[in-house]
């Protein structure tokens, strides 16, 4: 135990010298771009001051050949001026690349120091990089370093972790449509269009900051769990599964009872009329036909819809449920980036949650109104359907992380350690995303174009890059 310790210790020490060395290699690579595109402007200001000449140059020369110099010939003279131009940039970019190009050279750095102390020139010799001999191998790394090595494990851990979250969130959520389409169904009703397309942005956005989920700069020696029937992912699946279908059937059997059979018949009556979905379809099939998507997608937001209970309380019930699923399933670290860190899906996920708490609150009526929400008879109704949700969020994190103790111990063990790790300082970068996110909505809902010109001017200049500070960083 104690030798195992001390392993890990070495591992870790050597690793962090790996991220350090990065970082340092990220500064030079930085600084060499600089330098490059600094000296190829400077050479191109000075080609082009010369350009002039090579043309007077390239016109004496034809004359005194005695060619003809007609219009023909002046563009032959500016097209010899133009390839003398592209071939005197491109042996320029060699040269750079050749002194700047590669930041592993460690020989360069002691070449500087030696001149400096010696105050005199010193060529370094021609010396073989690691690499060379096979650069076309799909594999090959020129670092002259085992960091790669380091870098694939961890994208694999990566890797198979988001691969597998995705099959677990795309199982729960195939499930819990599913239910819901029937159950809509079987009452004769079914969700209105502008509540699919307002939660599937949110909900979209979420999914694809999900899939590009990044992997930490540090490997951990717990491995993550590796396959899809794992007992702990297995059983864990079963059991999401159940409480979903279970508020969910729960939530549906409140709304019909609280509706009511003449309720209920208005809805099915009011779907059945043939006339608006002739209507529906005549409308999205003209729009389509003229080529004009702007008024097949308002054809879209604008079918019929009659708002009911048992649709309100569906969609509120089920947009929770799926960002249940994105926050349970979610595992993030010691294998990749949390979900704080993962600005998009946090930011995503965060505005889902409060949207529908505003929504269940009925907090702006004209917006429930305007996706066809109808409000909770009472305060009453409101607290149990607020129940079923945060029983499809409690209830599922707990079992899927009892799951994990139960099957997995030692994966418990990290992630009970990692999220003790994390304080409100970690939450900073997020919440400052956030103000970010809400500054842009304020002012480009202001409607001002001067503020508009302001603001980008102030991204600008707050965003500049500037080389003296650069090369600061880097010595």
Same mark, same amino acid.
């Given at each position: 135990?104690?030798?195992?310790?001390?392993?890990?210790?070495?591992?870790?020490?050597?690793?962090?010298?790996?991220?350090?060395?990065?970082?340092?290699?990220?500064?030079?690579?930085?600084?060499?771009?600089?330098?490059?595109?600094?000296?190829?402007?400077?050479?191109?200001?000075?080609?082009?001051?010369?350009?002039?000449?090579?043309?007077?140059?390239?016109?004496?020369?034809?004359?005194?050949?005695?060619?003809?110099?007609?219009?023909?010939?002046?563009?032959?003279?500016?097209?010899?001026?133009?390839?003398?131009?592209?071939?005197?940039?491109?042996?320029?970019?060699?040269?750079?690349?050749?002194?700047?190009?590669?930041?592993?050279?460690?020989?360069?750095?002691?070449? *500087?120091?030696?001149? %400096?102390?010696?105050? +005199?020139?010193? @060529?370094? &010799?021609?010396? $073989?990089?690691?690499?060379?001999?096979?650069?076309?191998?799909?594999?090959?790394?020129?670092?002259?370093?085992?960091?790669?090595?380091?870098?694939?494990?961890?994208?694999?851990?990566?890797?198979?972790?988001?691969?597998?979250?995705?099959?677990?969130?795309?199982?729960?959520?195939?499930?819990?449509?599913?239910?819901?389409?029937?159950?809509?169904?079987?009452?004769?009703?079914?969700?209105?269009?502008?509540?699919?397309?307002?939660?599937?942005?949110?909900?979209?956005?979420?999914?694809?900051?999900?899939?590009?989920?990044?992997?930490?700069?540090?490997?951990?020696?717990?491995?993550?769990?590796?396959?899809?029937?794992?007992?702990?992912?297995?059983?864990?699946?079963?059991?999401?599964?159940?409480?979903?279908?279970?508020?969910?059937?729960? *939530?549906?059997?409140? %709304?019909?009872?609280? +509706?009511?059979? @003449?309720? &209920?018949?208005? $809805?099915?009556?009011?779907?059945?009329?043939?006339?608006?979905?002739?209507?529906?379809?005549?409308?999205?099939?003209?729009?389509?036909?003229?080529?004009?998507?702007?008024?097949?997608?308002?054809?879209?937001?604008?079918?019929?819809?009659?708002?009911?209970?048992?649709?309100?309380?569906?969609?509120?019930?089920?947009?929770?449920?799926?960002?249940?699923?994105?926050?349970?399933?979610?595992?993030?670290?010691?294998?990749?980036?949390?979900?704080?860190?993962?600005?998009?899906?946090?930011?995503?996920?965060?505005?889902?949650?409060?949207?529908?708490?505003?929504?269940?609150?009925?907090?702006?009526?004209?917006?429930?109104?305007?996706?066809?929400?109808?409000?909770?008879?009472?305060?009453?109704?409101?607290?149990?359907?607020?129940?079923?949700?945060?029983?499809?969020?409690?209830?599922?994190?707990?079992?899927?992380?009892?799951?994990?103790?139960?099957?997995?111990?030692?994966?418990?063990?990290?992630?009970?350690?990692?999220?003790?790790?994390?304080?409100?300082?970690?939450?900073?970068?997020?919440?400052?995303?956030?103000?970010?996110?809400?500054?842009?909505?304020?002012?480009?809902?202001?409607?001002?174009?001067?503020?508009?010109?302001?603001?980008?001017?102030?991204?600008?200049?707050?965003?500049?890059?500037?080389?003296?500070?650069?090369?600061?960083?880097?010595?």
């Amino acid at each position: 135990g104690k030798e195992g310790a001390q392993g890990k210790g070495v591992l870790g020490m050597a690793e962090e010298l790996l991220n350090k060395q990065t970082l340092e290699l990220a500064k030079k690579a930085q600084l060499s771009q600089q330098i490059q595109r600094a000296a190829l402007s400077a050479k191109t200001r000075e080609l082009q001051s010369l350009q002039a000449q090579w043309l007077q140059d390239g016109l004496a020369e034809r004359e005194r050949k005695g060619e003809p110099l007609g219009v023909m010939g002046h563009i032959a003279v500016v097209k010899e001026t133009t390839k003398r131009m592209h071939r005197e940039m491109e042996a320029e970019k060699r040269r750079l690349a050749a002194v700047h190009g590669n930041v592993f050279d460690q020989q360069k750095d002691a070449v *500087a120091k030696m001149t %400096a102390e010696l105050g +005199m020139d010193a @060529d370094p &010799l021609m010396m $073989v990089k690691p690499g060379d001999a096979s650069v076309a191998a799909p594999f090959t790394s020129r670092s002259p370093s085992v960091r790669h090595i380091v870098d694939l494990i961890r994208q694999g851990r990566c890797t198979l972790l988001s691969a597998l979250q995705q099959q677990q969130i795309m199982m729960l959520e195939s499930l819990i449509s599913a239910y819901v389409l029937s159950a809509l169904s079987l009452e004769g009703a079914r969700s209105s269009e502008r509540q699919m397309i307002a939660s599937s942005w949110l909900l979209m956005i979420a999914s694809i900051a999900f899939s590009y989920a990044t992997p930490v700069e540090k490997m951990h020696p717990e491995r993550p769990l590796r396959r899809l029937f794992h007992p702990a992912i297995f059983w864990s699946m079963v059991g999401q599964a159940l409480i979903h279908l279970y508020c969910m059937r729960t *939530a549906v059997n409140m %709304a019909t009872e609280m +509706m009511g059979p @003449d309720k &209920l018949a208005a $809805v099915v009556a009011f779907h059945r009329r043939e006339k608006l979905r002739e209507m529906k379809e005549a409308a999205q099939q003209k729009a389509t036909d003229d080529g004009d998507w702007m008024a097949a997608s308002m054809a879209i937001w604008s079918t019929p819809f009659l708002p009911n209970l048992l649709n309100t309380c569906v969609f509120l019930v089920e947009t929770s449920q799926c960002v249940a699923i994105l926050l349970v399933n979610y595992k993030g670290r010691p294998w990749m980036k949390g979900i704080t860190e993962n600005h998009p899906l946090f930011l995503s996920l965060f505005a889902t949650v409060v949207g529908t708490a505003v929504l269940s609150w009925n907090l702006f009526p004209q917006l429930n109104e305007m996706i066809h929400l109808e409000p909770f008879p009472d305060d009453a109704f409101r607290l149990k359907v607020m129940r079923l949700v945060l029983m499809s969020l409690g209830g599922t994190f707990v079992w899927d992380r009892f799951m994990i103790y139960l099957f997995a111990p030692n994966v418990f063990k990290t992630l009970v350690e990692e999220a003790q790790a994390l304080s409100m300082i970690d939450l900073l970068p997020a919440i400052k995303t956030l103000c970010k996110v809400l500054t842009v909505m304020v002012v480009f809902g202001s409607g001002n174009i001067v503020l508009w010109g302001m603001a980008y001017m102030l991204y600008r200049k707050l965003n500049a890059p500037t080389s003296a500070n650069a090369v600061a960083a880097v010595a």
